[in-house]
C-alpha cells in the first residue's frame, strides 16, 4: 500500500508569525480528510529517530546545540530558524517516521510512502540548523536505507530551493546521490551546475538551476531529462523525494510560476521512473510550500500519484 504519515504532532513545532508554521498541515490534514484520501492509505506509525541515526547525518555538536536550545526552552537559532520547546521532539520524529518509512518499503511490506512531516529538513547541514531546517529528515532516512543494506539511494528534491543541507552531508559519498533542481539565483545561493560532489562523490550530485521566468512546462521538460540520464547512471534501490512545493506561483516565498498540474506530472514521472529501476520504491517527505490552500492541493496531487502507482504495481 500508501503509507501516510499525517498527524496533529507535527504541528507542536510552533513557531510564531513565520511562513513554516504549524496551520500549514492543518490545511493539509483538513483538504485530504474531505477528500477521504488517509483512508486510502496505510497509516505509518510515528518514531522516533535514535541518537545513532541522527548521527550518520550530524555531527555530536549540532545535537548538543540542539539540546541546549530546548533547555532554555527555545528561541530564535538562526536568521530564519527558530524553536520551541517541543521543537526538537518534533523534529527527532519527523526523522525517525521519515526511516520507519524507508524501513517498511526497503523490506517490500508496503510500496511507497508519503510523510507530511514538520519542520522541514533539506538545509540543515552536517552541524547547522538552517532555513527552517533543524534535522535532516531526508538525509537520515537515506543512511538508514544504507544501514538496512542499500547499497544506492538516489533524493530527488524538487522543492524551489537548493537543498544544500543534504548535498553538503553526502557530497563526498557515492551511495547516495542527490539531484535537486531549483530557482537560481535564490535563496540559499548554492547549486551551481558545477557542483558535482567531490573524492568518490565525484559525479554523484547533480543541480539543475532553473531561473525566475523559465516557463514551467520547459523547465519539467529538463527537469525529466536529467533525472532520466542520472538515475540511469546511477542505478539506485530505492528513491526518496524532498518534496517541496513552493515553486507554486502563489507561493509567498519560493515560486517558479508551477500550477498544481506541474507537481502531479513531476511525481507520475518520479514513480515511473522507480517502477522501472527499484520497484516503485519510493519514500517522500515533505518540505516546503507555503501558501497553505495551494499546498494542500499540490500534496493531493503528489499523494495521487503515489497511490496511482501502488494500484499500478499490485
Ligand atoms: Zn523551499
Redesign the pocket.
Given at each position: 500500500m500508501t503509507l501516510l504519515a499525517l498527524d496533529p504532532l507535527f504541528q507542536r513545532h510552533e513557531t510564531g508569525a513565520h511562513p513554516e508554521n504549524p496551520h500549514r498541515l492543518v490545511t493539509v490534514q483538513q483538504h485530504l480528510e474531505a477528500l477521504g484520501l488517509p483512508n486510502r492509505c496505510a497509516a505509518l506509525p510515528l518514531t522516533l529517530a535514535s541518537d545513532e541515526q541522527i548521527l550518520r547525518a550530524h555531527t555530536p555538536e549540532l545535537l548538543a546545540s540542539l539540546n541546549e536550545w530546548t533547555a532554555r526552552g527555545g528561541g530564535r537559532i538562526e536568521a530564519d530558524t527558530v524553536m520551541s520547546a517541543h521543537s526538537l521532539d518534533v523534529a527527532r520524529t519527523a526523522a525517525g517516521t521519515v526511516a520507519e518509512a524507508v524501513s517498511r518499503v526497503w523490506r517490500g511490506d508496503d510500496t511507497n510512502a508519503l510523510c507530511l512531516v514538520r519542520p522541514?529538513g533539506h538545509h540543515a547541514r552536517p552541524s547547522d540548523p538552517m532555513g527552517f531546517c533543524l534535522l535532516n529528515s531526508i538525509a537520515i532516512a537515506a543512511t538508514h536505507a544504507l544501514s538496512l543494506g542499500a547499497e544506492k539511494v538516489l533524493v530527488i528534491d524538487f522543492?524551489?530551493?537548493h537543498g544544500n543541507g543534504t548535498q553538503d552531508i553526502f557530497y563526498e559519498n557515492e551511495r547516495v546521490a542527490f539531484f535537486s533542481s531549483h530557482r537560481f539565483p535564490f535563496y540559499p545561493g548554492s547549486g551551481e551546475r558545477a557542483e558535482t560532489g567531490s573524492g568518490p562523490g565525484l559525479g554523484f550530485t547533480s543541480n539543475l538551476p532553473i531561473s525566475f521566468g523559465t516557463p514551467p512546462d520547459k523547465a519539467l521538460e529538463a527537469i525529466e531529462r536529467e533525472i532520466s540520464e542520472f538515475t540511469n547512471r546511477v542505478r539506485p534501490e530505492l528513491i526518496l523525494v524532498s518534496a517541496?512545493f513552493?515553486a507554486h506561483r502563489l507561493d509567498p516565498?519560493?515560486n517558479l510560476g508551477w500550477e498544481v498540474e506541474h507537481f502531479s506530472r513531476l511525481t507520475h514521472f518520479i514513480t515511473q521512473l522507480a517502477a522501472a529501476v527499484c520497484h516503485g520504491r519510493v519514500v517522500s517527505a515533505l518540505?516546503?510550500g507555503y501558501h497553505p490552500r495551494k499546498l494542500a492541493e499540490s500534496v493531493e496531487a503528489h499523494l495521487q500519484a503515489l497511490l496511482a502507482c501502488d494500484a499500478e504495481t499490485r
Open positions: 522541514p522543492d524551489v530551493h517541496g513552493d516565498v519560493g518540505e516546503g
